[in-house]
């Protein structure tokens, strides 16, 4: 049942926008993935993909980037949220990546949670988008939908993965984020869900709906 559903959200939002740190995935860069992952905190999806092509065509890796002002990054990434602390952190990052690692992203999640700053959600999209190595993303979108669904019943994002591991297909694991999130950008929103106009909603245990149009 869950991958049906999974399927019919997938095509309900094949034509929607997908995510920002999505479409800078398209050429399988973790490092990327990684700053565009810093650049989004707080950010709306369309500010934070200008700003990491500004940012990634002066600079798409640590050693480029480390050749950088903190001033002239936060003049490249303008208006992210929080752009002069975000600009602080690529370059302390940056650094870490080219002492410690060599200027390459590391490829496990123990290693990535190591990094100051990088949490499950951004280990696991690096992990996925950056290296193609099967990993669920949960952000507050996949987390509210997964429990209004009726997929999981959790309380926090960590617990949530771990509970979707053993429903979902490992072959979905790197997509889910990208379908769930678009899903919820569009269509599943906090409050006031479009009910009336989804495909699953058949299927869907409405869990912490108040009011739906």
């Known amino acids: 049942m869950d991958l049906m559903v999974l399927r019919l959200i997938k095509g309900q939002v094949k034509d929607y926008a997908v995510p920002s740190v999505t479409r800078i995935s398209r050429r399988k860069n973790p490092y990327r993935v990684l700053v565009s992952c810093i650049l989004s905190l ?55 990546l080219s002492e410690k690692y060599s200027g390459r992203v590391p490829n496990s999640l123990e ?41 999981v019943k959790t309380e926090s994002p960590e617990e949530t993965e771990l509970a979707l591991r053993k429903i979902i297909p490992r072959r979905e694991w790197i997509a889910l984020n990208t379908i769930l999130v678009a899903f919820g950008q569009n269509l599943c929103f906090p409050v006031s869900p479009r009910c009336s106009q989804c495909r699953v909603l058949r299927f869907c245990k409405r869990r912490g709906v108040d009011r739906s149009r």
């Open 42 to 96: 707080r950010t709306k999806d369309e500010t934070t993909i200008k700003a990491s092509r500004r940012l990634f065509a002066v600079a798409d890796r640590p050693a480029s980037m480390l050749k950088l002002s903190a001033a002239r990054i936060e003049k490249l990434i303008y208006p992210v949220g929080f752009y002069r602390n975000k600009s602080r952190a690529i370059l302390q990052l940056s650094g870490v």
């Open 111 to 151: 290693e990535l949670l190591a990094l100051k700053g990088v949490g499950r959600k951004t280990a696991n999209l690096v992990l996925g988008l950056g290296f193609g190595i099967p990993a669920i993303c949960v952000d507050t979108h996949v987390h509210r939908i997964s429990n209004r669904l009726g997929w």
